[in-house]
């Protein structure tokens, strides 16, 4: 059975449970997440921290009806907690994240053929066929619907499905095709280097949806390769410049008649424990690199050498979009380009739009409570 005990001299309350585990839970913690202190309704903090003593203290600690009941000192307040809801959130290990998938990084033998892929029909009409397909595009950064209607809209509410459409100065949605005037050389029938879109934003936007409406033209292929994998064959074989990319922000910029947008990035983003957490890659984007003189040369050498790799046979992947088909992606992860086509031979048209990666991470969170 589940056990407490009051530990007053180190200030906690040591709970074990049946399989043995045990966590202890410090006082001020305790009484900070109090069940009484959330309204019932929106699940949000109500308890004020500065209403109580930094050294609070506990009168006492029992069971009663399987809950373990804490009676603190100097108020006529008692905490009830269940002890399976103490287990989720045991200091020190965090709750679990059904949308914290581990990456499987992915080379040039990675083909197209081994990507997570899932009809559109599917994807609208089963949540457990949803989730296993949110799930896998989060491990690869990468995947294809297929079936997809033969309307611009239909990649749109595909999106929908999962989460809000982010704006941008471009719209909410994106028309990738050849016109003239072009403000970014998507709009062109140019070869597109691979890159993440707009790290000159503050934040980028998470993951792409590019529903290909029609592709007849001669050229045109798409191009993707795992940033992350990148990354990390950077910081396993030249670690100094991995720490450059990682460690240096440089400016990126987009500026036309009615937009000068601009932000400072390191290219390789890591988190608080220094996990690869995103890419802000885009030579076009690229602004004036504003480093110290004495800076500047390691910094372009480590910068070419992440170019040089996104370049490499190694690690692209190659392939030819249909119309039906709608390509997602993590685009702070996986870079993305095209090869140049001629539009003189056929029409090529694209759609697309962005669902920030809080949107995309919320989806999973509650398809996985609502399919156990």
Same mark, same amino acid.
């Given at each position: 059975?589940?056990?407490?005990?009051?530990?007053?001299?180190?200030?906690?309350?040591?709970?074990?449970?049946?399989?043995?585990?045990?966590?202890?839970?410090?006082?001020?913690?305790?009484?900070?997440?109090?069940?009484?202190?959330?309204?019932? +309704?929106?699940?949000?903090?109500?308890? +004020?921290?500065?209403?109580?003593?930094?050294?609070?203290?506990?009168?006492?600690?029992? !069971?009663?009806?399987?809950?373990?009941?804490?009676?603190?000192?100097?108020?006529?307040?008692?905490?009830?907690?269940?002890?399976?809801?103490? &287990?989720?959130?045991?200091?020190?290990?965090?709750?679990?994240?059904?949308?914290?998938?581990?990456?499987?990084?992915?080379?040039?033998?990675?083909?197209?053929?081994?990507?997570?892929?899932?009809?559109?029909?599917?994807?609208?009409?089963?949540? $457990? !066929?949803?989730?296993?397909?949110?799930?896998?595009?989060?491990?690869?950064?990468?995947?294809?619907?297929?079936?997809?209607?033969?309307?611009?809209? $239909?990649?749109?509410?595909?999106?929908?499905?999962?989460?809000?459409?982010?704006?941008?100065?471009?719209?909410?949605?994106?028309?990738?095709?050849?016109?003239?005037?072009?403000?970014?050389?998507?709009?062109?029938?140019?070869?597109?280097?691979?890159?993440?879109?707009?790290?000159?934003?503050?934040?980028?936007?998470?993951?792409?949806?590019?529903?290909?409406?029609?592709?007849?033209?001669?050229?045109?292929?798409?191009?993707?390769?795992?940033?992350?994998?990148?990354?990390?064959?950077?910081?396993?074989?030249?670690?100094?410049?991995?720490?450059?990319?990682?460690?240096?922000?440089?400016?990126?910029?987009?500026?036309?008649?009615? &937009?000068?947008?601009?932000?400072?990035?390191?290219?390789?983003?890591?988190?608080?424990?220094?996990?690869?957490?995103?890419?802000?890659?885009?030579?076009?984007?690229?602004?004036?690199?504003?480093?110290?003189?004495?800076?500047?040369?390691?910094?372009?050498?480590? &910068?070419?050498?992440?170019?040089?790799?996104?370049?490499?046979?190694? &690690?692209?992947?190659?392939?030819?979009?249909?119309?039906?088909?709608?390509?997602?992606?993590?685009?702070?992860?996986?870079?993305?380009?095209?090869?140049?086509?001629?539009?003189?031979?056929?029409?090529?048209?694209?759609?697309?739009?962005?669902?920030?990666?809080?949107?995309?991470?919320?989806?999973?969170?509650?398809?996985?409570?609502?399919?156990?």
């Amino acid at each position: 059975m589940t056990t407490a005990t009051l530990r007053g001299g180190d200030r906690v309350v040591n709970v074990c449970w049946p399989n043995g585990t045990s966590a202890d839970f410090p006082f001020l913690w305790l009484r900070d997440n109090c069940p009484t202190g959330f309204h019932p +309704d929106t699940r949000e903090r109500q308890f +004020d921290l500065t209403s109580i003593p930094l050294g609070l203290s506990v009168g006492n600690v029992s !069971l009663e009806d399987g809950d373990i009941v804490v009676t603190w000192d100097g108020e006529s307040h008692t905490s009830r907690f269940d002890p399976g809801w103490l &287990y989720d959130h045991r200091p020190g290990i965090g709750l679990l994240d059904p949308a914290q998938v581990d990456a499987t990084l992915w080379r040039a033998d990675f083909s197209p053929a081994d990507l997570p892929r899932a009809t559109s029909s599917d994807l609208t009409s089963s949540d $457990a !066929l949803l989730l296993e397909f949110l799930l896998e595009a989060k491990k690869t950064g990468l995947a294809i619907v297929d079936g997809m209607a033969h309307d611009k809209d $239909a990649g749109m509410a595909m999106a929908r499905r999962i989460g809000f459409l982010r704006e941008t100065n471009f719209g909410t949605t994106f028309e990738v095709m050849s016109k003239p005037n072009p403000n970014n050389l998507a709009y062109t029938s140019h070869a597109l280097p691979l890159h993440t879109d707009l790290a000159n934003q503050e934040l980028p936007p998470g993951f792409q949806f590019l529903h290909c409406l029609a592709n007849e033209a001669e050229g045109g292929g798409s191009t993707f390769c795992d940033g992350f994998a990148i990354a990390n064959d950077l910081r396993n074989d030249e670690p100094e410049a991995f720490r450059l990319l990682s460690e240096t922000p440089v400016p990126f910029r987009f500026h036309d008649e009615d &937009y000068d947008i601009r932000r400072h990035h390191t290219v390789i983003d890591l988190d608080l424990f220094g996990n690869m957490q995103e890419l802000h890659f885009n030579a076009h984007l690229a602004g004036i690199f504003d480093l110290p003189a004495d800076k500047m040369e390691p910094y372009y050498t480590a &910068y070419r050498k992440l170019m040089e790799m996104t370049r490499s046979e190694r &690690y692209v992947m190659t392939t030819r979009l249909r119309g039906g088909e709608m390509v997602i992606f993590d685009n702070r992860r996986v870079l993305h380009g095209r090869a140049a086509f001629d539009p003189n031979t056929g029409f090529r048209h694209l759609r697309g739009c962005y669902v920030d990666r809080g949107e995309f991470d919320s989806r999973i969170r509650v398809l996985s409570r609502s399919q156990g």
